[in-house]
């Protein structure tokens, strides 16, 4: 089999990938592409188009017009070279509910010709934490047990690439973490993976980003130069009365924009000459007490709603 | 844990007492919207909910916090009237969670991330089917639509179909009918799940709104940025209320930065496999 794209450093690439159901846009034309070895985030709201591109990349789907390929091999011609390749799990689990989990477990390794004894060493870390109810039947398991037998599913028959849509979606925080964890694992051990999430404060685990919406790309890089890209400087206002203090804060003509982020608001601020004490006397007229203002550093999320703005 | 009731505040709820429904009312205060004490749910040996109490006041936005299978939604379910408790008592909106579950799902709203809407009913049928639903007088309906349209700026969507609106839109517009027949409280179930930063944030503001018109806002969530947004946080480990105060004394009590960091100290005492 000859692979359309000959370079070994790149897993998947993407050329003016459009997609539309019916009227609608889902993708208008997406081009990156994804190093080995990387875990790449894509990163946006649900309706953006992250299932679309996984469903086009997993060769589920075609596009309409642009091209694609996975590990060299073309996601139209190759498909079948691309499904014994790479590892997905969709958004929605789609594991077989009545069989048990070490049902599960070998069927998808059969049906990629190997034994989970194979591959063992690759899923063991995940695979050990359900092992004790490998008797249980899969739909009988917990969110957090059905997250960790997909991925070993996923994993089973040692993909170069991993697609994983949406893994941490409706997650807690603490078993996200956990998460997050496993995949820095399963990088250590050479695997690319693609992985699309709607949580901003998951993108700093990833080693770069593309911000999406609306099937666009925003914004392709790593995480630490989106946020050195920012800008503007932006300031993080508290106060006793926080939720005046949106509404004065947007009233000032010298801030770009505001937004609340948790229990103190952020000032994105567009001109240099503007200083703090400058808002903090502002404010001060406008009644407001036990004001506090930093400088901050934005966070993927101060970017992504720059970003959306434009 | 325990939190002991607050004796009853008295004077405001003379005003309802024209209403003959609030006969039926145990507790004729309206100021505790939410009283739960000592409630439990076992499945079997399971105990999902473990003798929680707390209490929620009128306008208050409650965070009701937890991990996955930590409760939450057992907890949710015997507030709504929807699952009879097998130990301990609940007030809703003045009416008994265990004996007269009619009236509580009269007097609440309810919205979550799953269902919320129907794709296939045009924007004013939605309202219309929800507002009938709730026994609301077609001319009440057919004014509050008018005035809710223009509020959230959704005229030119009136007529189109649900399922055609962007995401975030729906979850504004389900938020919006879920309060159409201003419940007493509205309980939020991950409402913000998967939506932009920027409507995420669009729909707190509704929820603010909403408070101070004196609805009560009962909230999960697991976004941490917006537990800061609630008046008072509970967090539930394995069934039970291992914190509940403001996210600043939460905060300081915790010796923690964020909200997240006090979620994370206490999430991790968890020993329940179960989800």
């Known amino acids: ?310 | 844990m325990f939190y002991a009731i607050k004796p009853a505040l008295n004077g405001q709820d003379q005003k309802d007492t024209s209403r003959k429904k609030m006969s039926n009312s145990i507790q004729n205060n309206s100021n505790k919207v939410i009283v739960a004490e000592n409630l439990t749910k076992k499945f079997g040996h399971f105990i999902a909910v473990d003798d929680i109490s707390f209490e929620v006041e009128r306008g208050e936005i409650f965070g009701f916090l937890g991990a996955n299978g930590a409760g939450k939604t057992t907890a949710m379910r015997m507030l709504c009237g929807l699952s009879i408790p097998t130990g301990g008592k609940g007030i809703v909106a003045g009416y008994d969670i265990e004996k007269q579950t009619e009236l509580v799902k009269k007097s609440i709203g309810y919205m979550s991330q799953k269902f919320s809407l129907y794709d296939d009913l045009k924007v004013w049928e939605n309202i219309e089917l929800f507002g009938g639903i709730y026994g609301m007088k077609d001319k009440e309906i057919r004014e509050k639509t008018d005035l809710l349209m223009q509020a959230l700026h959704f005229e030119g969507e009136r007529n189109k179909l649900v399922g055609s609106l962007p995401l975030g839109f729906k979850q504004k517009l389900a938020f919006s009918v879920s309060i159409f027949h201003t419940p007493k409280v509205v309980f939020l179930d991950e409402p913000t799940g998967g939506v932009d930063p920027i409507t995420r944030r669009q729909f707190w503001e509704l929820i603010y709104d909403a408070t101070s018109r004196g609805i009560t806002v009962f909230v999960t969530t697991h976004y941490m940025d917006e537990a800061e947004y609630c008046n008072r946080v509970s967090i539930m480990v394995d069934g039970k209320i291992e914190a509940l105060d403001s996210p600043r004394n939460l905060k300081k009590q915790f010796n923690a930065t964020s909200m997240d960091d006090v979620f994370q100290q206490l999430a991790r005492k968890s020993i329940r496999k179960a989800d």
């Not at chain 1, 694609?68 to 079948?80: E, I, L, M, R």
């Not at chain 1, 503007?232 to 006793?240: E, G």
Request: charged share 30%; net charge neutral; with cysteine.
């Open chain 1, 1 to 310: 089999m000859e692979r359309t794209n000959n370079n070994p450093e790149t897993a998947i690439r993407c050329d003016s990938v459009c997609k539309k159901y019916g009227k609608t846009e889902a993708l208008k034309g997406l081009n990156f592409d994804v190093r080995r070895g990387e875990i790449f985030g894509i990163i946006g709201p649900d309706g953006a188009g992250k299932t679309t591109l996984f469903r086009i990349l997993t060769t589920l789907i075609l596009a309409d017009s642009g091209t694609a390929s996975v590990d060299g091999f073309d996601v139209v011609k190759d498909y079948k070279e691309i499904r014994k390749r790479v590892g997905y799990m969709p958004g929605r689990f789609s594991l077989y509910q009545d069989l048990t989990v070490e049902e599960n477990l070998n069927f998808f390794a059969t049906v990629f010709n190997t034994t989970i004894e194979e591959n063992y060493e690759l899923v063991k870390d995940i695979y050990q934490q359900i092992e004790p109810f490998k008797k249980r039947r899969a739909g009988k398991l917990s969110g957090g047990m059905k997250q960790k037998l997909a991925l070993s599913c996923a994993l089973i028959h040692k993909p170069s690439v991993l697609f994983l849509d949406e893994p941490t979606t409706g997650v807690d925080p603490v078993s996200r973490k956990e998460f997050w964890g496993m995949l820095k694992k399963l990088k250590e051990q050479g695997i690319t993976i693609l992985v699309s999430t709607p949580y901003m404060d998951e993108a700093s685990l990833c080693d770069r980003i593309a911000l999406i919406q609306n099937g666009r790309f925003l914004k392709i890089d790593t995480p630490k130069d989106i946020v050195s890209q920012y800008g503007n400087r932006l300031w993080a206002v508290q106060s006793d009365n926080m939720y005046k203090l949106l509404t004065d804060l947007r009233a000032n003509e010298l801030s770009e924009n505001c937004f609340a982020f948790g229990d103190k608001h952020h000032v994105s601020v567009d001109n240099e000459q503007f200083k703090i004490d400058d808002l903090r006397q502002y404010l001060e007229q406008k009644g407001h007490t036990n004001i506090e203002i930093r400088e901050i550093e934005p966070s993927i999320e101060d970017c992504f709603m720059q970003l959306s703005q434009r």
